[in-house]
């Protein structure tokens, strides 16, 4: 590595914080898409109740309660 001072405890500590960073921008970014799935009202128009996780479900929900 060209001279560089590379030890294998510089080598652990820096992919320790790489893990550690994608664990949590992973988990956060799931949980933020996830929660923006389950809590989406158009803008457009039409809203369907919180809780359902997409459009699929909003239908599915409702051909239940009609039959």
């Given at each position: 590595?060209?001279?560089?001072?590379?030890?294998?405890?510089?080598?652990?500590?820096?992919?320790?914080?790489?893990?550690?960073?994608?664990?949590?921008?992973?988990a956060v970014?799931?949980?933020?898409?996830?929660h923006l799935?389950?809590?989406?009202?158009?803008?457009?128009?039409?809203?369907?109740?919180?809780?359902?996780?997409?459009?699929?479900?909003?239908?599915?929900?409702?051909?239940?309660?009609?039959?």
């Amino acid at each position: 590595m060209h001279g560089a001072n590379s030890t294998i405890g510089h080598l652990w500590y820096n992919q320790s914080a790489a893990i550690l960073g994608n664990i949590v921008g992973g988990a956060v970014f799931v949980a933020f898409t996830a929660h923006l799935m389950n809590h989406w009202v158009s803008p457009i128009g039409g809203s369907h109740p919180t809780g359902t996780y997409l459009a699929h479900d909003v239908e599915s929900t409702r051909y239940a309660r009609e039959n």
